[in-house]
């Protein structure tokens, strides 16, 4: 059975520490005085970047404009494919070249990379050039590592191995949207999927205090916010490690309440799906009619060997009673090829779950092995080209699939909320409909963070086309 840790707050006294530390760091004149964040990796990666931003600016740095620019570079990075790493390891590398011109460039590492047994030594042999270094535990504790590292003129590295790392609540953060937001309400993952390192480099589950998390949607919609993402690696087991917590379904209700127009939330595990969570999905106002959730294989076999703990039946009758409760709903999965000992009939029944339940887009993914993982250990690893040959086939499938779901919504009036100026057209701009779909439409760029209402009128190989209307508004 699965330990159960409970949650912990930030103390008042380490976090009265660290305000002391970033005083100190503004107070200095000796410091840098610009920073640039690179986030790999997932959205709480991103949020968590928020929060690291914040907590620069309170020791009174300022963002640069680009890399290039700033006194510090700090790289957030991901660990969960080999190639994620390996883009971030590039590129804190690419910075060794920038040092020797701009000796005082400051180069720090934190996230889930860190986290990787033995990292903290790596780092600190074969990348001599990284000033700073700490995991995702002790993301709070920037201010006074920053500080020994500037005033002492040493390197500080500090990675702390602790399941029990606390819930960082009350520290700042710098949003980069005014316009939709995330919430971060676990910190986590008690899953153990047999092929992920997750739960290796983010600690067991801890949920954020419901009343913390309800205020935080509170705040965020007086300033103004239209949308917000509700965040977890695993949003479904929210509360299960806080005694008389709220449970995700009924957190997810009291949300919707709170009327932020738009409320998402990810990622969801199929084996802890509610009919509860299905019933506030269809029942509530404000909750986008639009679900990530990751199959990863359609196999009973590998689904078991990667310790899902769902069958291909099962989730597709989770698919079912979805479409029944909620009939348009959009559906995205993620998906893995190439799993250990996956066979020729193995891969098909994947490319069958594509072509039953027609996702509306899926990300697909090559097997990385990950050291430290039971899947990495296991025998018949598959060879890189049948992987390839097995992903090119998944992609082509699935972009089948893509274009079916969007054709279909070809002459529907959508509620678009703007977000950016298009990439397509500088009298264009774009924004996000219900299900998640980009939508490109003629308009000025006045109307981005507002609902526009759209005319579909075309549908590209991922996203929509339309022009404005005044109908459905
Ligand atoms: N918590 C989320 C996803 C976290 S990681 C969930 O359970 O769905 C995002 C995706 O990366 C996973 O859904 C999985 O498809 C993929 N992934 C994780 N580990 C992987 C590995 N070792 N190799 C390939 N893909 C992996
Ligand atoms: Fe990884 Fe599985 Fe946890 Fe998702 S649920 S983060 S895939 S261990
Ligand atoms: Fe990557 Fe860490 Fe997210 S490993 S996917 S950034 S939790």
Redesign the pocket.
């Known amino acids: 059975m699965m330990e159960r840790v409970p949650a912990r707050e930030l103390t008042r006294q380490e976090l009265e520490e660290q305000k002391a530390y970033a005083d100190a760091v503004r107070s200095l004149g000796t410091g840098p005085q610009t920073y640039c964040i690179v986030t790999y990796g997932?959205q709480m990666n991103e949020r968590d970047s928020e929060t690291l931003a914040g907590l620069f600016e309170a020791m009174g740095l300022t963002a640069a404009d680009c890399r290039e620019n700033a006194d510090l570079v700090l790289f957030n990075t991901c660990c969960?494919?080999d190639n994620a790493q390996r883009r971030a390891l590039g590129n804190v590398t690419w910075l060794k070249e920038l040092k020797k011109t701009k000796p005082h460039l400051l180069v720090a590492v934190c996230g889930c990379m860190m986290q990787q047994p033995g990292m903290g030594e790596q780092i600190l042999r074969q990348y001599p050039f990284v000033d700073l270094a700490f995991g995702t535990a002790n993301l709070h504790r920037l201010p006074e590592l920053l500080y020994r590292c500037v005033t002492e003129e040493r390197r500080v590295i500090e990675v702390l191995q602790d399941d029990r790392s606390a819930i960082p609540e009350e520290l700042p953060a710098v949003r980069s949207s005014a316009i939709s937001a995330y919430v971060t309400i676990m910190y986590g993952?008690n899953n153990f999927c047999s092929?992920?390192i997750?739960p290796y480099v983010r600690g067991r589950e801890r949920s954020r205090d419901s009343q913390r998390v309800l205020s935080e949607i509170r705040e965020l919609r007086a300033s103004g916010i239209r949308e917000v993402m509700l965040l977890g690696?695993?949003v479904n087991s929210y509360g299960l490690d806080r005694k008389g917590e709220l449970s995700f379904a009924q957190l997810l209700a009291e949300a919707d309440k709170i009327g932020v127009p738009r409320l998402r939330f990810m990622?969801s595990?199929p084996k802890d799906i509610s009919d509860e969570l299905i019933g506030v999905m269809a029942q509530a106002k404000t909750v986008c009619h639009s679900l990530h959730l990751?199959a990863?294989h359609g196999s009973n076999r590998i689904l078991a060997a990667m310790n899902r703990r769902y069958t291909k039946e099962r989730y597709l009758d989770i698919v079912s009673r979805l479409r029944q409760a909620v009939p348009d709903i959009a559906l995205s999965t993620?998906l893995?090829v190439g799993f250990p000992g996956e066979t020729e009939e193995d891969f098909e029944e994947t490319c069958d779950l594509v072509r039953t339940v027609g996702f509306d887009s899926a990300f697909t993914?090559?097997?990385?092995p990950?050291v430290g993982t039971p899947a990495a250990a296991m025998k018949d690893q598959v060879p890189a080209e049948v992987s390839s040959a097995r992903i090119q086939k998944l992609i082509e499938l699935q972009k089948e699939s893509t274009r079916q779901r969007l054709r279909r919504q070809i002459g529907q009036v959508q509620r678009v909320l703007a977000d950016s100026p298009s990439r397509r057209s500088p009298h264009e701009i774009s924004g996000k409909n219900e299900y998640n779909v980009t939508v490109n439409f003629p308009a000025d760029p006045s109307l981005i963070g507002q609902f526009v209402s759209v005319r579909i009128v075309d549908a590209k190989e991922s996203t929509l086309t339309g022009e404005r209307t005044e109908e459905g508004m």
Request: charged share 15%.
């Open positions: 997932c969960v494919r993952c092929y992920c997750v690696q695993n990622t595990h990751p990863q993620d893995i993914f090559i097997y990385s990950r």
